[in-house]
């Protein structure tokens, strides 16, 4: 399966852009990339998914470069709130229904 | 609301003792799964069952037993549990295809004494 890197923590301030970029460079044809967001003792929540180019929704953008070995998911204008833990997994295609999880980026967004 | 409930929300057990956490899918679902999280690490996934089948098992020690009787429902039978199963047990559910996005449960707390 393939295994995506991602940075281990970022920081950042009310109101800005957060980018947390993910390299996954053993991606398959049909595989998906799908970030998800995990808050403390909570289970973890789909913010969006994407396949090439880019993708946007109310909460965030997807960025896929067109060799698809990395992606950058966009939070415009973070709040407190958006304070969590952000994982980005290949989904589908080879994946079998198999999410494998690593360490994620821990997102801190100080006021 | 992610349209997958957990129950129950905590849960403190002996060694000794035997419990079973509940999950239940809302959404049409046919797949469910079962993963931990320990305390700053990454989710495990334990087990996945497909169209009520189970089709992946993790290397999962036998005093955690899966039941998933319908598709809209999933058991995690517990007994004889270690402190170091102390977790958040999460449940998932999803509808099998290209672009499957599995949706999350609020977890259950367990704690091992």
């Known amino acids: 399966l393939a295994k995506t890197t991602q940075p281990i923590s970022m920081d950042s301030y009310e109101g800005q852009e957060v980018n947390i970029t993910c390299s996954h460079n053993?991606?398959?044809?049909?595989?998906?990339i799908t970030w998800y967001q995990q808050f403390p003792s909570q289970g973890p929540r789909f913010i969006i998914q994407?396949?090439?180019t880019k993708v946007t929704n109310e909460v965030a953008s997807l960025f896929i470069p067109a060799d698809r070995k990395s992606s950058t998911l966009s939070l415009p204008r973070v709040s407190l709130s958006d304070t969590a833990v952000y994982y980005c997994?290949?989904?589908?295609?080879?994946?079998?229904?198999?999410?494998?999880f690593g360490q994620g980026t821990e997102l801190s967004v100080k006021p | 609301e992610t349209g997958v409930t957990q129950t129950p929300r905590h849960l403190v057990m002996g060694m000794t003792n035997k419990k079973s956490l509940k999950c239940e899918q809302h959404?049409?679902?046919?797949?469910m799964y079962w993963y931990k999280q320990s305390a700053k690490k990454p989710l495990e996934l334990m087990f996945v069952?497909?169209?009520?089948?189970?089709?992946e098992n993790n290397s999962v020690p036998s005093r955690f037993s899966p039941e998933c009787p319908n598709s809209s429902h999933l058991f995690l039978h517990l007994h004889t549990l270690q402190p170091e199963d102390s977790a958040l047990y999460l449940c998932?559910?999803?509808?099998?295809?290209?672009?499957?996005?599995?949706?999350f449960g609020p977890g259950t707390r367990l704690l091992v004494l």
């Open positions: 998932a559910s999803s509808r099998r295809g290209p672009q499957e996005t599995q949706y």
């Open positions: 053993n991606i398959a044809t049909n595989d998906y």
């Open positions: 994407g396949y090439k």
């Open positions: 997994l290949l989904s589908g295609g080879d994946q079998g229904g198999k999410l494998i």
């Open positions: 959404l049409g679902h046919n797949a």
């Open positions: 069952y497909s169209l009520e089948e189970r089709v």
